[in-house]
T-cell receptor, first 114, second 111 residues
């Protein structure tokens, strides 16, 4: 089954404790990205990657890091989480075909930073 | 910078009604536009994708139209059902393969 998986699905942590949210897709997609969703602000892109070893900032990259060492994986790293990073996070992937390709979303990771 | 507006923000209707959800965007330089459905606390499910060269796309009771030059898209839901209750999001795809999301329309269909 074609899918994007994220782990963990739920996470409660404390300020300053480094964490990683994993994202994996099994569709051989070139493009992967991370979004956060906040009430009243909607979905905003954090980082994206057009292929292995190619990453770039989205709209709200501050406080986040990413890496793309393998095509299927795109982890989101919070080196020193803060309460304003409490949010619902989504990973997405698609082929980079411009115009014809659906973006597939993972189930989301709900992060709470105390 | 692309800005996306969805109207109405919320909608409550009795079962069986035909609905129109509206989406407007400021930058017409898009590759496509997707409509998504999001259930409470869940991920996004893609409903329809309209390429920039297309005018409309249909899937079952759903029909989406796109007028790129005027920056508008509509999602038409025929014969609404309680199972259609969810938040509907539109998202044009622009440079960098980036989706820009509207705030969504929260739909409640009452039996």
């Amino acid at each position: 089954e074609a899918q994007v998986t994220q782990n963990p699905r739920y996470l409660i942590t404390v300020t300053g404790k480094k964490l990683t949210v994993t994202c994996s897709q099994n569709m051989n997609h070139e493009y992967m990205s991370w979004y956060r969703q906040d009430p009243g602000l909607g979905l905003r892109q954090i980082y994206y990657s057009m292929n292995v070893e190619v990453t770039d900032k989205g709209d709200v990259p501050e406080g986040y890091k990413v890496s793309r060492k393998e095509k299927r994986n795109f982890p989101l790293i919070l080196e020193s989480p803060s309460p304003n990073q409490t949010s619902l996070y989504f990973c997405a992937s698609s082929s980079f075909g411009r115009g014809t390709d659906t973006q597939y979303f993972g189930p989301g990771t709900r992060l709470t930073v105390l | 910078k692309q800005e996306v507006t969805q109207i109405p923000a919320a909608l409550s209707v009795p079962e069986g009604e035909n609905l129109v959800l509206n989406c407007s965007f400021t930058d017409s330089a898009i590759y496509n536009l997707q409509w998504f459905r999001q259930d409470p606390g869940k991920g996004l499910t893609s409903l329809l994708l309209i390429q920039s060269s297309q005018r409309e796309q249909t899937s079952g009771r759903l029909n989406a139209s796109l007028d790129k030059s005027s920056g508008r898209s509509t999602l038409y839901i025929a014969a609404s059902q309680p199972g259609d209750s969810a938040t509907y999001l539109c998202a044009p795809l622009g440079a960098g393969n980036m989706l820009t999301f509207g705030g969504g329309t929260r739909l409640m269909v009452k039996p």
